[in-house]
Structure formats: C-alpha cells, structure tokens
C-alpha cells in the first residue's frame, strides 16, 4: 500500500516483516533518544506487537528505506491507530507527511472514519499532524517511581491476596478482568484474547512472576497487573481492578508488588504510562509516582 507515498530516489517503501524488528527498533530508539532525551522502547514490544492474530504487517506497516537503511515506519491498527516514526537526520523533507497521508489510506480502506496517534506533546510529529487538522483526544503521562524512594507494604482487604499467574490456567479470567475495566474508557476499541495471548504470555521472554493476580478467597481474580523488565527499570504494562472491587487499595497494592518484584530483580526504577481517560493519575501520584514525560493523543476525522 503505497500509493499516497511521494518519495524521491533512492527513497524507496515496502511493507515492513519480521526480519525488520532490529531495524524498527534501532530507529525507534533513535528518534525516542532525539526527542524524549531517553529510550523507552524494547525489541519485545514491537515482536510481541507485530505477532498479534489481528494485525497484518503486509497491510498495515510500511517502511521508508534509503538503501540499506531503514528511515522511516509506520503501522495502523484496527483501522484507527497509527504509529508512525522518520530517523531524526531524515526530517523536514515531507516522509513524515508521506507516511501520515498513507495512513489515511489504511484506515479508509480498512472501513475506518477516525485516525490518531499518541506523540510526545511537544515534538515535531505533534506540530505536523496539528497542521493537518488533527486534533487533541487526551492527555497521557509517563510516570516513575525514583529508585530511591522506600516500597511501603501492600494493605489489602481481608480474603484478597496476591499472586503470579499460573500457565494454562489464567489467562482467561485475566484477560476478562482487563477487558472490563478498560471497556469503560471513552474511544476504545474492544481486545481480542488472542491478542491479549499474543502480547502478555506470548510475549518473548515472559515469565509468569511478572502477571501478578489479586483474587479473592474463592479464587475469583479481582485484579491483574503485568510488568516487564526494561533495562533497571520496571515497565507496568497495564493494570486493572474490577470495578466493583475499587477503592479498597487493592490497585496501590499490585503497584507495591509489582514495584517490589522488579527491584529484587535488580530494576530499581518502576514506571508506567496513563492517560486522562482512566482518572488514575491521582492513584499513581500518591504511591510515589513522578510524572516524567507527557504526550497527547491526536486525531483526524476522515469523515
């Protein structure tokens, strides 16, 4: 799908594959670096991301090579999500414009009406898509708990403990459990198991200690919080209570796990990322969590 790409030799595109996930990665972090002033992409991501039954590298990537090189990617998911990134010494000569317009391509095609994308709040790919009528959905924030505060205990309500996941037996009352919750959310598109399989226990290198579980006595699972090790930090990947059990401190106490599981595994720092839609920016706020980067979800109407 390149038909809305205006390249100049030897620029060239293709639909990206499995043996570009080093590339992708390499220029992710490279522009993360450039306008984060830090990387906070792994390889996991993308080759977890990339191996979901719903997603389609052939239909819904492109990558911009130079030669050998690749410059620039972008992915559409669902017909509604874009992810689009150009090498920072490759900016300014219309591939961002390029890669923006294809994905307006993907989503018509895909029977989409509605295109955005999550950006750092203040980066050169916010000001091109606000120039082109994107607009602002919600805000997101990256959070970090510091390495040096201390990790209180968890105090949760009596019967409710927590505990890791058990392969071959969880994944669907886990799986049940984040789909609720997030389903409250405003402009989010229901997740398909396999999807979720793909991307929690599926993902390269996953260990159950990093699926905590909150059940209660009956062993009804209540609450879920998956967890990745990212260099000496702890990535909290999602999080989620079921709604009739909140308010009850049984969130703040899979975030004291969790923080606690990775730093006994050497990640000293513990982060993770929100947006304005959840309400849970208080949550993380008043465990210890310091917001660190900001970024804001933008969207245009292809109506």
Known sequence: MT????LE???FARALRMTDADGV???VSRCEQADLDEVMIDLEDIV???QRPSFDLTTQSIGLFDADDLIGCCEVFRARRAEGYVDPDYRGRGLGTSLMRWTWDVVREGGGALVGQTVPESSDAAALLRSHGYAPLW???VLAFPPGNAIAAAQLPKGVRIRPFVPGRDEQAAFQTVEDAFNE????DPAAFDDWVATVPGRPGFEPWQLLLATERDGAVIGVCHLVLSGDSTWINHIAVRRDRRGLGIGRGLLLEAFAAGRSRGAHRAELSTDSRTGALELYRHVGMEVTQTFVHLAKSLG
Request: glycine residues 0%; negative net charge; hydrophobic residues 45%.
């Open 25 to 27: 990665y390499a220029l």
């Open 48 to 50: 977890s991301d990339w």
């Open 9 to 11: 030799p030897p620029v």
């Open 139 to 141: 805000t997101s924030w």
């Open 185 to 188: 959310w405003p402009d989010r």
């Open 3 to 6: 038909a809305a790409l205006e």
